[in-house]
């Protein structure tokens, strides 16, 4: 903290200095010192943007420019208070004066001139120009870079902390050329204010040697010209070295390069360039009138520097064949490294050669971008987070082959053709289009492979069309929601826990972990997951469960106490409102037998019922349920509050998509019909 207010006491102090001298007169000793120390602060600024390793290494640099330019007024203020009411600038502006005209004030004139149309019309205005241009594209490329980095972060070639600090980047990057846009108007200004100040200063200064000080009027024009030029170039020089650090800072190509081994490296690293121009000179030295000894000795310089350079290529090659042959021979010596071959990725995508055309950005794919909105949209369906997905080749695959793996195992599979739709009928759809038949991956519903030509009439016909990476983003979507439960962790519980602490942490520190400890809260947001229930109104689960997790801490019955309590999202996503439901119902005397054979173990509940009984429910079931596929509807079971998680256990590895609901689960204001009973 020390060194931090040290540096806030000398900003302050600068600036100070700068308004101190707008209003109180200083001595010319005292000038001097102000405008060398003016003079190295500009050296400095003029060489930390040289050797900036990237452009944000000076993210300070607009606000410098603003400091620099009113230190630089006021130090061009108080140098005219003194030429004008003393005739006496100092040392410094004399010297400047005297020394750049050779004493001849016509000469000095001139100099100034051409410095400030140097300053002014080239080296400002292109720096203007490419600030303006450069800040327009950083805008128009955010949001390019941040697909980008969402890209990586979900094909797992950088971290969250990694794409954290990319995002940051980004948008420092954007606010810095965005100030510098509007920065270099300063320096701009700067070099106009210095015309008028100069011819105030020729004007003021003839006015005042011939009416106050009784000079002659050749004697006052050649004295006050001298020190206006003096005291132009004083402020000029330090103007210019800072407008020069301004271009040389938006004109740097590469965001992260030292800029002296750059420079030098692109003239001068190509031998054959330098050839070339040596033998031009030589020519020109031999042909031309021109001096022979000063072009035929830059020529050979040339010539020998080139030959140097081509000398240290080739050492540079043979030194890196031989540290790569070492590298390989030292890992083919050192003992294999086997801890990375330990991780599992939660979820894997992989596919043939002939499917990376659909994951190349650079060949128009938007596989990688399909991914990230499959996060996006399981996180606000579910309202958790979807581990990062990663995307590889495997040239062991068919080229048109897909598998999706979960930690690790294989669960999925497909097959695509790249240039070629896929079409689906409806139902309704009488007339038969030619094709190549297959199967939906995701729901396995019979369709045909079409090609771009025949799109538009299978369309026209009614057919469902869908092209390569949407068949694959759907049916790795459908993947993720049925293995959703099992891919959420600790460590994301934690996390949602963390998250609903900030605005709630009363609420969590009564729960967790006095009366439930996370691996509890997770094994009851798994049950709600497993059966498609949004854990996202985090706040109402989290209540719940305070309610009565001093009851019990069995995770089965707080999820049906959670359940309940989410029954407006639950009648939302199976109840359709204004419309009559078609459910299936059990049968009272078979909710009596189920929870007969209950058994309670320190593990938990399951069932004892005999395999034949078992066999005549599941018979039952699946004849009631078709009932209502037969509609066209999905197959829900209403059951009462105390049977649903043992009758959702007893039929989930037989029927993985029924839907069993209690009653206490279903808004009063839901119309619902039954159109059979499960019996026994």
Not at 8 to 36: C, E, K, N, R, S
Not at 103 to 122: P, S
Not at 441 to 455: D, K, M
Not at 610 to 630: C, F, N, Q, R, W
Request: one cysteine or more.
């Amino acid at each position: 903290m020390g060194n931090l207010k040290k540096a806030d006491v000398g900003v302050a102090a600068y600036l100070l200095a700068a308004f101190v001298m707008l209003i109180i007169p200083i001595g010319p000793t005292l000038l001097d010192v102000l405008l060398a120390f003016n003079i190295s602060i500009a050296f400095t600024i003029m060489f930390g943007c040289m050797f900036a390793n990237e452009v944000l290494n000076m993210s300070f640099y607009p606000t410098i420019l603003l400091f620099t330019t009113v230190f630089r007024i006021a130090l061009n203020v108080s140098s005219t208070r003194m030429i004008l009411t003393t005739g006496n600038a100092g040392n410094v502006v004399l010297t400047f004066g005297q020394y750049v005209g050779g004493g001849d004030i016509i000469v000095g004139c001139i100099v100034f001139i051409i410095l400030i149309i140097v300053q002014f019309m080239i080296i400002n205005k292109g720096s203007e120009r490419v600030a303006e241009v450069t800040a327009r594209f950083t805008l128009d490329a955010m949001p390019g870079k941040q697909m980008a980095i969402d890209a990586d972060l979900n094909t797992g070639a950088i971290t969250d902390a990694e794409a954290k600090q990319r995002r940051e980047k980004i948008q420092d990057e954007s606010s810095f050329f965005g100030s510098m846009d509007g920065a270099v108007k300063y320096v701009k200004g700067d070099a106009a204010a210095g015309l008028v100040i100069t011819a105030v200063n020729v004007i003021g200064g003839i006015a005042m040697g011939v009416l106050r000080q009784g000079m002659e009027l050749n004697d006052a024009l050649n004295h006050f010209v001298i020190l206006t030029i003096g005291d132009g170039l004083v402020s000029q020089i330090p103007s210019l070295l800072i407008s020069l650090s301004t271009g040389i800072l938006v004109t740097k190509g590469s965001k992260d390069a030292d800029f002296g081994t750059v420079l030098i490296r692109q003239l001068f690293g190509v031998p054959k360039v330098l050839y070339l121009v040596g033998a031009i000179l030589i020519m020109l030295g031999i042909v031309t009138p021109l001096n022979p000894i000063i072009f035929l000795g830059l020529g050979l310089c040339f010539i020998v520097v080139g030959r140097v350079i081509a000398g240290t290529i080739e050492t540079a090659e043979i030194e890196r064949e031989v540290d790569t042959e070492e590298i390989a021979a030292d890992e083919i010596r050192q003992p294999e490294n086997v801890t990375s071959l330990l991780q599992v990725d939660p979820i894997e995508l992989e596919f043939g050669y002939g499917i990376i055309p659909l994951a190349d950005v650079n060949q128009g794919g938007d596989l990688l971008d399909r991914v990230v909105m499959i996060r996006r949209q399981i996180a606000l369906e579910l309202g958790t987070v979807v581990p990062i997905i990663r995307l590889r080749d495997n040239i062991q695959l068919n080229p048109n082959q897909y598998i999706i793996k979960i930690k690790g195992v294989q669960v999925s599979e497909g097959e695509i053709l790249f240039d070629h739709y896929m079409a689906m009928n409806p139902g309704y759809v009488e007339e038969e289009i030619t094709g190549i038949p297959t199967f939906e991956p995701s729901f396995h519903l019979p369709a045909i492979w079409i090609t771009e030509g025949q799109r538009e009439r299978a369309e026209s016909m009614g057919y469902t069309v869908v092209d390569p990476p949407s068949i694959i983003a759907t049916h790795l979507t459908e993947i993720i929601r049925q293995y959703i439960a099992e891919l959420l962790t600790r460590q994301d519980v934690q996390n949602l826990v963390n998250n609903l602490k900030e605005s709630n942490p009363s609420l969590v520190e009564e729960l967790v972990p006095k009366m439930l400890g996370l691996g509890e809260i997770q094994k009851v947001l798994q049950n709600l997951l497993s059966e498609g229930i949004s854990i996202r109104d985090l706040l109402s689960i989290f209540e719940t469960l305070a309610d009565y997790a001093s009851t019990t801490r069995d995770t089965d019955i707080l999820t049906e106490y959670v359940r309940q309590s989410l029954k407006r999202a639950i009648s939302n996503k199976f109840f359709p409102a204004n419309e009559t439901t078609s459910v299936v119902t059990l049968d009272p005397q078979l909710e009596q037998e189920i929870m007969g054979s209950v058994k309670q173990t320190e593990q938990g509940a399951y069932l004892t019922l005999d395999p034949a009984k078992t066999k005549a429910i599941m018979d039952s079931v699946g004849t009631e349920t078709k009932k209502l596929e037969d509609l066209g509807k999905i197959p829900i079971v209403i059951t009462s509050p105390i049977v649903r998680a043992y009758f959702k256990k007893l039929t989930e590895d037989y029927f993985k998509d029924l839907v069993v609901v209690s009653y206490n689960e279903v808004e009063s204001t839901i119309e619902l019909q039954s159109v059979g009973m499960v019996t026994a």
